[in-house]
């Protein structure tokens, strides 16, 4: 049987949690104009922030590091305050989603989010604080995010107790995008103190000209849909491209052959009601024929952002397998020294 006909016929969510996805859902449609602009100040007063953990909690502590303030691009570091390991620990560099236009690394979700990860694994986790669309367009975002991964090369005393020689690239839905572009620029340059040795592509959100059959068929479902995923790629997008762009469709035609590219392992998580997954399947696919390392995770009950809601029984299976993927990527590359 196929796994589309596996699942139940709508996602099984708590009243509570479908008023929740609804706010948020007329919160971004709200903010958003047909014209490709964007209602900041709108949609900032929904997008509740969380200070840093300036003292321990939980034993976890977190601050913010600033890269360059002129174009406000900033990290919020995670730090475990207690391990069990006495050796030092992985690095998870994360970048959030939104749309490449919504959120930020001191959002509550993320902010939740990200604890949870640095705690669950344990890990040292660093979230990227980047350029937004549509005031700054493709590739700024990438940008952003290579260059914390150079200032992390060049400063590495923020990151006492991690082991930048054990760093993985993760995001979810446009992060998991900028994760993969991003990883592509770390294989043509040349690290002497950090490695990245495997990518959390968490939704990934790609895109391309077609309309795949999920997007026509999961029409009603959470967070995403086609208009919004249409004009997210509209005001991300250089002016005058289409969703076929390499930026969008990774292995579409006009992509790049990344045979012979230095691409680490990549886990890939799908969920069955999320309109995205067939580009994130052509996605997993593209890796393997291009001879890389990858598993494809397939939750055929889960909604797009699935993992950031623990009550949610996907979420903890979720947690669970970034750890396994975690710890057999570090405990291969110490093999291999």
Partial sequence: MDQNQ?????PHLSWRLRLFLSAFSFAVDASRHSNGTLNRRFINLLDFKSPPLTKPHKNLKSSDVVVDSSR???FRLYTP?????ATTLPVIVFFHGGGFAFMASNSKPYDDFCQKLARELPAVVVSVNYRLTPDHRYPCQYDDAFDVLKFMENDGHYF???????????????????????????????????????????????????????E????????????????????????????????????GPK????????????????GGFDPLQEWQ????????????????VYYPNAIHTFYAFPELEEC??????????????????????
């Fill in 281 to 296: 399947k052509r996605y997993y696919e593209g890796l393997k024929k291009s001879g890389k390392e990858a598993e494809l």
């Fill in 216 to 251: 026509r068929r999961l029409v009603g479902v959470p967070v995403v849909n086609l208009e919004r995923t249409d004009w997210m790629w509209r005001a991300f997008l250089p002016e005058g491209s289409d969703r076929d762009h390499p930026a969008a469709n990774v292995f």
């Fill in 160 to 214: 006492e107790g991690a082991n930048l020689k054990q760093c993985f690239l993760a995001g979810d839905s446009a992060g998991g995008n900028i994760a993969h572009h991003v990883a592509l620029r770390c294989s043509g340059h040349v690290f002497q103190n950090l490695k990245v040795v495997g990518i959390l592509s968490i939704q990934p959100f790609f895109g391309g000209e077609e309309r795949t059959e999920p």
């Fill in 316 to 337: 903890a299976v979720f947690f669970n397998k970034v750890r396994d993927f975690v710890q057999l990527q570090t405990a291969s590359r110490q093999n291999i020294k």
């Fill in 72 to 74: 406000n691009l900033w």
């Fill in 255 to 270: 992509s790049e052959d990344i045979s012979g590219s230095d691409y680490p392992a990549t886990i890939v998580f799908v």
């Fill in 6 to 10: 596996k699942q139940l016929a709508s």
């Fill in 81 to 85: 305050t207690a391990s069990a390991s």
